[in-house]
C-alpha cells in the first residue's frame, strides 16, 4: 500500500519534472523560459529531498532555483529592453 | 541539407541516450559494492564535524571547495568586466519596505543557523551564502543601489576573503609541516568553521554583487556624463 504510494508519487515527480523541462526549453518566451525554468529548480529540490539528499536540495533550491532564477530574469529584462531599443541608444548607459 | 542536420544529431542523442541506459543498468546489476560512503563514514571522528557532507566538502576534498570558490571570485570578476551596473530600480513603496525590513534579517539569521548547523546537519557555506545572498537581491529590488553591500574598497576585501581564509589555513598546515589543508585533529572544528564563515560572508557578496549585475565604481561618472 504504502509502496504503491510512494511508486506513484515518485512517478509524478519525474513526469512533472520532465515535462517542466520540455516546457521551459520550448517556451518561445524568454520571461516564460526563466519562469518555468525556477519552477523546474524548485520541483529538482523536492526530487533531491525525496532522495534523501538534503544538502543538494537546500542548494538547488537556494542557488539553483532562487539565485539563478532571479540572476536569469534581470538578463531576461535587459535582453528584452536591448531588443526594444533595437540599435537605439541604450536607456541604461551601459552599453560596453 | 538542414533536415540531414537533424537527422544527424536526432542518431547521435539516440546513441547517447542508449549510452546513458546502459550505464544504469549496468550500474544496477552490479549493486551496492564497496563505495566510499563506509571510509568516509569511518574518518568522521577525525574531522571534528558530523555531518559527513561537509566532512567531504572542507575535510576530504577541500581542493574541489577552495577551486568552487574561486570559479565565484573568476564569475564576478567577469561581471565587473561588462560594464558599469545599471542603477538600481526605484524606492520602494510602504508595503515593501516593511516586508524588506522584516525579510532582510530573517535571511541573514537563517543564513548563520545554517552556517553553523552545517557541522552536524544539512547546511553549510553554500546554503548559508545563497540566503545572505538573496537578502543582497531584495534590497535591491526594494531601491537600494548597491544591494545593501558596502563601500567598493570593502566589497573587494570581502570578495576575496573565501579563497583568502582557505588559501591561509592551507599554506599555515604547511607551515606546521602537515601539508596543504590537512588539519590537525584538535583543531579540525574550527578551522573548518572559519573557512565556511569567511567562505559564507564571500559567497553572500559575490551573489549580491553578481545580482547588481555590473562594476560598482564608475556609478559617479556615469550619472556625471548623462
Redesign the interface.
Known amino acids: 500500500m504504502t509502496a504503491g504510494l510512494l511508486l506513484l508519487f515518485d512517478l509524478v515527480l519525474v513526469t512533472t519534472l520532465v515535462g517542466l523541462a520540455i516546457a521551459a526549453l520550448i517556451s518561445p518566451d524568454l520571461r516564460r523560459a526563466v519562469m518555468l525554468f525556477i519552477a523546474f529548480g524548485l520541483w529538482l529540490a523536492l526530487v533531491w529531498a525525496r532522495l534523501r539528499a538534503p544538502d543538494v536540495a537546500l542548494a538547488e533550491a537556494a542557488i539553483g532555483a532562487g539565485l539563478g532564477g532571479a540572476l536569469m530574469l534581470a538578463a531576461a529584462r535587459r535582453a528584452a529592453r536591448r531588443a526594444s531599443a533595437n540599435g537605439g541608444i541604450d536607456a541604461e548607459g551601459g552599453e560596453a | 541539407m538542414k533536415s540531414a542536420g537533424g537527422l544527424v544529431i536526432g542518431a547521435f542523442v539516440l546513441l547517447l541516450a542508449i549510452w546513458l541506459l546502459w550505464v544504469v543498468q549496468t550500474a544496477i546489476d552490479i549493486g551496492a559494492g564497496p563505495r566510499l560512503a563506509e571510509q568516509a563514514f569511518a574518518g568522521l571522528p577525525a574531522t571534528g564535524v558530523s555531518n559527513p ?1 561537509t566532512a567531504v566538502l572542507l575535510s576530504y576534498r577541500g581542493y574541489d571547495t577552495l577551486l568552487e570558490l574561486a570559479v565565484l571570485l573568476a564569475a564576478l570578476l567577469g561581471i565587473w568586466s ?6 538600481g530600480f526605484q524606492a520602494a513603496g510602504a508595503v515593501l519596505q516593511g516586508m524588506v525590513t522584516l525579510v532582510v534579517p530573517l535571511l541573514i539569521l537563517a543564513g548563520g543557523y ?1 552556517l553553523w548547523v552545517g557541522g552536524h546537519a ?3 557555506a ?2 548559508a551564502g ?2 545572505l ?2 537578502a543582497g ?1 531584495v534590497m535591491r529590488l526594494a531601491g537600494d543601489e548597491r544591494a545593501g553591500l558596502p563601500p567598493l574598497a570593502a566589497q573587494r576585501w570581502l570578495v576575496v576573503a573565501g579563497v583568502a581564509v582557505f588559501v591561509l589555513v592551507g599554506i599555515a598546515t604547511m607551515g606546521l609541516g602537515a601539508g596543504f589543508l590537512a588539519y590537525p585533529i584538535g583543531w579540525s572544528k574550527w578551522l573548518i568553521l572559519a573557512i565556511e564563515t569567511a567562505a559564507t560572508v564571500a559567497i553572500g557578496t559575490t ?1 549580491a554583487a ?2 547588481v ?2 562594476r560598482p565604481w564608475s556609478h559617479a561618472d ?1 550619472s556625471g ?2
Open positions: 557532507v561588462l560594464g558599469a551596473a545599471s542603477p545554517l544539512p547546511g553549510g553554500f546554503q545563497a540566503l545572498g538573496a537581491v551573489l553578481a545580482y549585475g555590473g556615469v556624463q548623462s
